[in-house]
């Protein structure tokens, strides 16, 4: 039961959220999986390392195709998105978590950045 109510709470928290508190999510989602991958590594389990480069790949592909280019700053994200989304490959690719260290630094300036603007939007 426990299990379906937070699955529950979690599924009306993304539904009733505005678009900066989903990218916000987003950004803590891809800092999570990161950490999973790493610890993944570091226990030789190659699945959970993998499974788990894979669902941050995919949040940084999603934030990529959600860019709105009208704003010129879209351009400075789609190159950041695509030097992340490289690197996840790579270190997907030689179980590295050396490079998984050094994206979750970028993921994390960027939410806490995110966070930043959200306050001041307010």
């Not at 999986?33 to 949040?59: D, H, M, P, R, V």
């Not at 704003?71 to 695509?82: K, L």
Request: charged share 25%; glycine share 4%; proline share 2%.
């Amino acid at each position: 039961m426990p299990i379906n109510a937070a699955a529950a709470y979690q599924n009306n928290k993304v539904k009733t959220a505005s678009p900066a508190e989903l990218t916000l999510m987003l950004y803590e989602g891809a800092i999570k999986f990161c950490n999973i991958a790493i610890i993944g590594i570091e226990e030789n389990n190659i699945e959970k390392s993998n499974q788990n480069i894979i669902k941050t790949e995919k949040i940084i592909a999603y934030l990529r195709a959600t860019l709105d280019f009208k704003y010129p700053v879209a351009q400075d994200f789609e190159n950041v998105y695509g030097y992340i989304y490289e690197r996840l490959i790579e270190a997907n690719l030689h179980k590295d978590k050396v490079i998984l260290k050094e994206l979750l630094g970028y993921l994390r300036d960027m939410r806490d950045t995110w966070k930043e603007v959200m306050k001041l939007a307010k």
